[in-house]
């Protein structure tokens, strides 16, 4: 198991950098918007495709992080005032179900990025990018999570409900 967790703190502190790229490209292009239409009276026609691009893959490059430090919203009222078997149960519970979702948004997400692809799907606007590149991020993005989910439940088990593994460790640190 700590191979698989070794490689999730590789590939997550890969996936923060990459997301921290996006966000920066997201905002030099804005900001080349507002300078553009500002100085020049011109817009660039593809700040508002691409920040939302950006934006997407940002937001999915960071969802394994999110999970594996805890960082998605839960409800812990009542489960933190059960025994701790009953804990661990649920947490492998909830991981199991957070991976099937997981595991659909991923099917249906190649789907789609495949079906653009295979038809040549481009946007509507000037640029006409071709929708399966920025749609490929998708299925990545849930395929990774999925398997995070399953590293989740596993973890549940052998840690007897300590799913929290990855506590908040100097990767996040600040982030609050």
Same mark, same amino acid.
């Given at each position: ?5 070794? @490689? %999730?703190? +590789? ?7 990459? &997301?921290?790229? !996006?966000?920066?490209?997201?905002? $030099? *292009? ?8 500002? @100085? %020049?009276? +011109? ?7 691409? &920040?939302?691009? !950006?934006?997407?893959?940002?937001? $999915? *490059? ?9 960082? %998605?919203? +839960? ?102």
């Amino acid at each position: 198991m700590t191979a698989i967790s070794s @490689l %999730f703190d +590789r590939l997550e502190r890969v996936a923060i950098a990459a &997301a921290i790229v !996006f966000i920066v490209l997201m905002g $030099l *292009l804005m900001n080349v918007e507002v300078f553009g239409r500002t @100085l %020049f009276g +011109r817009s660039t026609q593809i700040s508002d495709e691409f &920040a939302g691009y !950006f934006f997407t893959a940002a937001t $999915l *490059l960071c969802l394994v992080p999110t999970l594996r430090h805890g960082r %998605f919203l +839960r409800v812990e009222a009542v489960v933190n005032r059960l025994p701790v078997p009953l804990q661990a149960a649920l947490k492998f519970v909830s991981s199991i179900i957070g991976a099937v979702m997981s595991a659909v948004l991923t099917y249906t997400t190649f789907g789609l990025a495949y079906t653009s692809w295979s038809y040549g799907t481009v946007s509507l606007q000037a640029f006409q990018v071709p929708q399966a590149i920025p749609q490929a991020i998708l299925p990545i993005g849930f395929l990774l999570l999925t398997l995070a989910f399953l590293e989740q439940a596993a973890l549940a088990i052998l840690r007897r409900g300590d799913v929290d593994a990855h506590p908040d460790t100097e990767l996040l640190q600040g982030l609050d």
